[in-house]
């Protein structure tokens, strides 16, 4: 996807630097011309021998280059890239190149080349959210030709948790394949549902799940970067909305069929439901909180909406795939639901599992369509987003 693009790939100081390793790695697989430019404090975190070795290039450190043409190392690589990708890009380089400086290689280079610039940002959560470093990626995000891509949000290095982690090396480089290609799913509409649903049982509390709607957000993130116009219905999740994707949210499993209703009303080619809905809610939510007065309480329940087999049921249904998270005979159950539901497709995967329970960052699945079935080993939650992503373009376009 990337045959004969030429990627400069800056790396600066901080912890996430190890990851651009395997960035430079996936750019190469894909068929891209990888240069590396290391400042120094990139170079404490990891060798440019590293880079070297996994790029077959030289490694640029240097402002004045002895080995370059005239000397003159960052005009050549300013005119040698069809894209400038920095990861990680720690705070003080934001704030460097955002004030137009050029005091080393990287930022002189940033200057003077025409080339798109995208910046992976990576710090701590306090160091994102000060006011400074925001002031700073407010004003590089009016340049046209310079994109921010990210950061997440989670655990960082230091323990902290909030925003400020570097994408994974697997979106950074969905980002860079869909920023020169318009991708397998171009001009497609993706309507996705994530997350779990709440159901009422009074002003307090309420029937829910462990869901925690990576997958769902997964998802959206791969579509997206696949080219596709993303829509994403989420229950109530501890996730950021993806940058790009329209993300409508809802609390119970009746509000979440009307938006993905009302989402497919305007037009769409995939429906995804990965959200995890609650089965039954019930039958009155009461007006007041409930008393704690003995020691039984029986709760009536019914059934909730199927949200994928209605979506199926429609005259003008889009290719829809559906998924099984089960705890026992997880084909069997999956296949069962494929045509009890009339689904194009579902995805199955064994939730008692811990290593790829709710909540956790790895899964692995079993994919299932009428004729045939695809088995995808452990990963993380965003490449089986891509690999399933594909595996649904390669179905509607057979």
């Known amino acids: 996807m990337l045959n004969g693009r030429r990627i400069l790939v800056g790396v600066t100081g901080g912890i996430a630097a190890y990851k651009t390793a395997e960035l430079v790695r996936l750019l190469i697989k894909a068929g891209a011309d990888v240069r590396v430019v290391m400042t120094s404090g990139g170079q404490e975190f990891i060798?440019?021998?590293?880079?070297?070795?996994?790029?077959?290039?030289?490694?640029?450190?240097?402002?004045?280059?002895?080995?370059?043409?005239?000397?003159?190392?960052?005009?050549?690589?300013?005119?040698?890239?069809?894209?400038?990708?920095?990861?990680?890009?720690?705070?003080?380089?934001?704030?460097?190149?955002?004030?137009?400086?050029?005091?080393d290689l990287l930022t002189t280079l940033c200057l003077a080349t025409e080339a798109p610039i995208a910046l992976a940002p990576a710090m701590n959560q306090a160091m994102w959210k000060n006011r400074r470093t925001q002031r700073n990626i407010e004003a590089l995000s009016d340049d046209p030709k310079l994109f921010i891509w990210g950061p997440a949000d989670g655990e960082q290095a230091c323990g902290d948790i909030g925003a400020g982690r570097m994408l994974e090396p697997e979106q950074l480089a969905g980002r860079v394949?869909?920023?020169?290609?318009?991708g397998f799913l171009h001009g497609k509409k993706v309507v996705i549902t994530a997350g779990p649903t709440r159901e009422a049982i009074d002003p307090v509390r309420y029937i829910s799940n462990h869901s925690s709607g990576k997958m769902g957000y997964a998802l959206a993130i791969a579509a997206r970067d696949a080219g596709a116009q993303v829509e994403l219905v989420s229950g109530p999740v501890a996730i950021p909305a993806p940058e790009g994707v329209e993300t409508i949210y809802v609390s119970s499993a009746s509000t979440m069929l009307e938006a993905a209703q009302n989402a497919v009303d305007k037009g769409c080619d995939i429906f995804?439901?990965?959200?995890?809905?609650?089965?039954?809610?019930?039958?009155?939510?009461?007006?007041?909180?409930?008393?704690?007065?003995?020691?039984?309480?029986?709760?009536?329940?019914?059934?909730?909406?199927?949200?994928?087999?209605?979506?199926?049921?429609?005259?003008?249904?889009?290719?829809?795939?559906?998924?099984?998270?089960?705890?026992?005979?997880?084909?069997?159950?999956?296949?069962?639901?494929?045509?009890?539901?009339?689904?194009?497709?579902?995805?199955?995967?064994?939730?008692?599992?811990?290593?790829?329970?709710?909540?956790?960052?790895?899964?692995?699945?079993?994919?299932?369509?009428?004729?045939?079935?695809?088995?995808?080993?452990?990963?993380?939650?965003?490449?089986?987003?891509?690999?399933?992503?594909?595996?649904?373009?390669?179905?509607?376009?057979?």
């Open 272 to 398: 995804i439901a990965s959200a995890a809905v609650a089965d039954y809610r019930p039958d009155e939510i009461q007006e007041q909180k409930i008393k704690k007065s003995q020691d039984k309480m029986v709760i009536e329940l019914i059934k909730n909406p199927d949200i994928v087999a209605t979506i199926a049921a429609r005259k003008d249904r889009p290719f829809t795939v559906g998924f099984a998270a089960e705890t026992q005979d997880v084909v069997a159950y999956a296949e069962g639901k494929l045509q009890r539901k009339k689904l194009d497709m579902i995805v199955a995967n064994d939730v008692s599992d811990q290593r790829i329970g709710f909540n956790s960052e790895n899964n692995e699945a079993t994919v299932l369509w009428n004729g045939g079935c695809q088995s995808f080993s452990l990963q993380s939650k965003s490449l089986l987003a891509v690999n399933i992503m594909a595996l649904i373009a390669s179905r509607i376009s057979s």
């Open 177 to 182: 394949k869909g920023h020169f290609d318009h």
């Open 47 to 103: 060798t440019p021998l590293t880079m070297q070795a996994l790029s077959g290039n030289p490694v640029h450190t240097h402002l004045l280059d002895t080995d370059a043409e005239a000397g003159m190392g960052h005009i050549e690589l300013a005119k040698w890239a069809d894209l400038v990708v920095i990861a990680p890009a720690s705070a003080d380089f934001i704030a460097r190149i955002s004030a137009g400086m050029a005091n």
